[in-house]
């Protein structure tokens, strides 16, 4: 084992939901700690390097990333890797992974946007599992989103941001309609995240990049409020508490 060097880029922390002492990072040479971070030791995969996306909010050591464009789950940490049968892409602009937060059999995954030589960037492809990415219902995206997240409130609804837009789909993915179009006073180009409470119902924050504050959200996105920040956020997280 071995410290973390001084010049490591930590690209993504996961932390296991059994053990907070146990953190994996990385975005291809992956490592695993078991000592909240003091020393870690290398995952290396038998074949390509993996792209780490998640982990099981329940089941410990159940890991989920990104190998050669396919999505692959492990079940023992990160020390061996299987395919999920379900394309991430290579020459994908966004592809995206997400977990539901009441029942974490239900996943997400794809490409939120893919490039062609004949079409440029245009709309991928969404994929949806109910039994752990075992296996996987497909459709084709309408829209170009780039970001999608589940509906904590209901299994089958799904939130997504699209330009200035932010879409709502009731019925996984098939139909989509505007949820909120953000104008004037949201920012210089529109909020470019989106984050959802995943256990207070109706709480969600939009902000934008380089702009010193946010807009959080309640009672299902009727009713906003603008809230400011002490720096430019990169990212907002809700407190577990």
Do not use: C
């Amino acid at each position: 084992m071995s410290s973390v060097a001084s010049n490591s880029y930590l690209w993504r922390l996961l932390v296991d939901p059994a053990d907070p002492f146990t953190l994996y990072t990385g975005s291809g040479d992956n490592a695993r700690s078991r000592d909240g971070g003091e020393t870690w030791e290398p995952l290396q995969p038998s074949t390509s390097p993996v792209e780490l996306l998640a982990a099981d909010p329940i089941r410990a050591g159940l890991l989920y990333g990104r190998q050669n464009g396919e999505l692959v789950i492990s079940e023992d940490g990160g020390g061996s890797w299987r395919e999920a049968g379900m394309e991430l892409g290579i020459d994908t602009y966004q592809p995206f992974f997400q977990i539901h937060p009441t029942n974490p059999l239900v996943l997400y995954a794809g490409e939120l946007s893919v490039y062609s030589i004949e079409r440029g960037v245009h709309p991928g492809t969404l994929g949806r599992s109910e039994d752990g990415g075992k296996s996987w219902d497909q459709q084709k995206l309408e829209y170009q989103f780039y970001k999608l997240i589940p509906d904590p409130q209901n299994l089958d609804g799904l939130y997504a941001v699209s330009g200035d837009t932010i879409w709502h789909s009731n019925n996984r993915g098939r139909d989509w309609v505007p949820f909120k179009v953000l104008g004037g006073g949201w920012g210089k180009s529109g909020p470019v995240e989106l984050e959802i409470h995943p256990r207070v119902p109706g709480v969600m924050v939009a902000w934008t990049y380089g702009e010193l504050f946010f807009w959080k959200a309640s009672i299902q996105g009727r009713t906003w409020e603008k809230i400011p920040l002490p720096a430019s956020a990169w990212g907002l997280v809700f407190s577990p508490q």
